[in-house]
């Protein structure tokens, strides 16, 4: 059997920062060419990166969002180039902005069909919500790591919630082995 841990694959980071000022998005938008801002749909300004690939959402207070991207450097690589961009239009913006990851959502495969009606069972029903008219998924929320993952019957998962990479693995493996304990996997 395939490591589960060894079949994680990030999807998205997101991560916050700021700089600390109200910017003028109308004009940002034309200074930045490449950049995408229709308040009618949206109230940011999306300025997209391609090495690392990732969007900004760069918002009147100064607050940006990175997501999209397919790790925390990833998402510190993209947020760094947004920076340079706007000190390139003369705007102030410190060294290095404190980045906060937000969330991490990653994929991981268990190499197993999994039985949902008895992981379920097994799991209790104070940490999971199954409702498989509603989501062919079960929800199992862990407390340590603060994570989310979702469980398919195919034996692949979501993980999402997460801060760090690590709990992205700590999580993967503490639901591996409850399972095991359990003997739940098929």
């Given amino acids: 059997m395939t490591e589960p841990a060894k079949t994680i694959e990030i999807q998205n980071v997101v991560a916050s920062t700021g700089i600390e000022q109200e910017l ?64 390139d239009l003369g705007i102030d913006v410190v060294e290095s902005p404190p980045i906060e990851v937000q969330n991490i959502v990653a994929s991981v495969d268990f190499g197993n069909r999994l039985n949902l009606n008895a992981i379920a069972i097994g799991l209790g029903l104070e940490n999971i919500e199954y409702e498989p008219e509603q989501f062919p998924g079960l929800v199992y929320r862990l407390d340590e790591p603060s994570v989310v993952v979702l469980l398919f019957g195919s034996g692949k998962a979501v993980v999402t919630g997460a801060k760090t990479t690590e709990d992205v693995t700590r999580a993967t493996n503490a639901v591996e082995t409850r399972l095991t304990d359990l003997g739940l996997f098929e």
Avoid at 39 to 50: A, D, M, S
Avoid at 76 to 85: E, H, K, N, Q
């Fill in 24 to 87: 003028n998005l109308e004009q940002l938008g034309l200074d930045l060419g490449e950049a995408d801002y229709d308040p009618e749909h949206f109230p940011g300004l999306v300025y997209r990166t391609q090495d690392p690939k990732a969007a900004a959402l760069i918002f009147r207070s100064g607050k940006i969002v990175c997501t999209g991207a397919n790790s925390e450097e990833a998402a510190r690589g993209s947020l760094s180039i947004v920076f340079d961009a706007l000190r």
